[in-house]
């Protein structure tokens, strides 16, 4: 996993945009290069440390991605992170993982504004369970991580919520029917794809 943390600036007229794109694509190629095999996974950030960061959304890291020409090149979405800029998680993760550029997920929770880390489902509970169903979905077999905080909680306690969270979340997207969802699609009709939620909330209390 590559975290650009300082690829970014900070003031207006502090560095050629241009030449620093030019150098963020060579450089993710020369990496994804020298480690042939394996897979190397971008995880954006809007902002924080630097204020504005050259590779700050889905959008311009899958373009990045597009620009460098490697197989081996993805992103890693983080939740809290695709919040911040302004994204649906399920999204960018349904969109990436048929470019099969989604090759890693860090669940966690915030109010969007900051890198919060909270407990997986403790504030977008719904959006959550969305982005596990596209996962599934998907088919997605790859790795998911915790990247929370516990700052006053203590952390075995918190783990233990954000494994047991997961996996209740988990069994509802499993319990929707992915049939009526797509004739829900077809008409984008919320009202009767948050309908089946519920009854994916009872399916999974019952499995």
Do not use: C
């Amino acid at each position: 996993v590559v975290w650009p943390s300082h690829d970014g600036f900070d003031y207006p007229f502090q560095m050629d945009y241009e030449a620093a794109w030019r150098g963020t694509v060579s450089a993710l190629a020369e990496i994804a290069d020298r480690l042939a095999g394996m897979r190397v996974a971008i995880e954006y950030k809007p902002t924080d440390p630097r204020r504005f960061s050259l590779l700050a959304n889905a959008g311009m890291s899958l373009l990045a991605i597009e620009e460098a020409g490697r197989a081996n090149l993805g992103i890693t979405v983080d939740f809290a992170h695709s919040l911040m800029a302004g994204e649906n998680p399920a999204t960018v993760v349904r969109v990436a993982a048929a470019k099969n550029r989604l090759m890693g997920l860090h669940l966690n929770d915030a109010y969007g504004r900051a890198d919060d880390g909270l407990v997986v489902g403790s504030i977008h509970p719904l959006q959550t369970i969305e982005l596990l169903w596209h996962l599934q979905s998907a088919g997605y077999g790859g790795h998911i991580y915790f990247d929370t905080f516990p700052r006053l909680e203590d952390p075995v306690r918190e783990a233990e919520l954000n494994i047991r969270q997961l996996r209740r979340f988990w069994d509802i997207a499993r319990g929707i029917d992915s049939g009526r969802v797509a004739s829900a699609f077809a008409t984008q009709d919320p009202l009767v794809a948050l309908s089946l939620v519920g009854e994916g909330a009872r399916a999974g209390a019952l499995s």
